[in-house]
């Protein structure tokens, strides 16, 4: 390695962790900004036949199929009704090397924060409500804890093979999200 890039190593750890921060449970989580499209409203979802079980079904964005999963259903959380404060966040996943957007339903959108290195732990090794393969580090924000989920982790590569497969057969059935859906949700946006 040379010095450069040993400098430029030491550099990028050094750089802040810009993360989106949200609830579920009354637990703050976050995930790499890098990954989030967009933060939408809560919208009917249409579901689809023979999906996980976390797998809410699909909304129309801007024309397209997206697929969006329950976080709390992953999560094994105990599953609430929507609130005012419940929202899409569209991310990107990865799925046979080509990006996808899916969204993930979050109980509530909070901020975007920058985390510098001193203010992340490594993950716990017990004692989390979460399979701790999903978690990249605990954040600290004056009194709060953030767990910082690796999204890419949250799902197997299988869960997302699956889900786009389902979600691309319905569209090539021509699954119908009904018109008025369709006209609310080009309003919104």
């Known amino acids: 390695m040379s010095n450069n890039e040993a400098v430029n190593e030491s550099v990028a750890e050094q750089e802040p962790l810009q993360l989106l921060t949200f609830l579920l449970d ?14 939408l409203e809560y919208r009917k979802v249409t579901p689809v036949p023979r999906t996980p079980n976390f797998m809410l079904g699909v909304i129309n964005l801007r024309g397209n199929v997206v697929p969006v999963a329950d976080l709390r259903q992953q999560f094994e959380m ?23 957007p899916m969204g993930i339903l979050v109980d509530a959108v ?7 290195q001193g203010e992340i732990s490594p993950p716990p090794r017990i004692g989390s409500r979460i399979d701790t393969r999903f978690i990249s580090g605990m954040g600290r924000r004056d009194e709060e804890f953030i767990v910082i ?27 119908n999200l009904d018109s008025a859906e369709q006209t609310q949700n080009d309003n919104e946006e």
């Open 26 to 39: 009354k637990e703050v989580y976050g995930t790499d900004i890098g990954l989030i499209q967009e933060v």
């Open 78 to 100: 105990n599953i609430i009704d929507t609130t005012v404060d419940t929202c899409i966040v569209i991310v990107d996943v990865t799925v046979d090397g080509e990006r996808t």
């Open 110 to 116: 909070k901020e975007v924060i920058s985390l510098g």
């Open 149 to 175: 989920l690796n999204l890419p982790r949250v799902f197997s590569q299988n869960q997302l093979e699956e889900v786009i497969d389902t979600v691309q057969s319905a569209q090539s059935s021509n699954l």
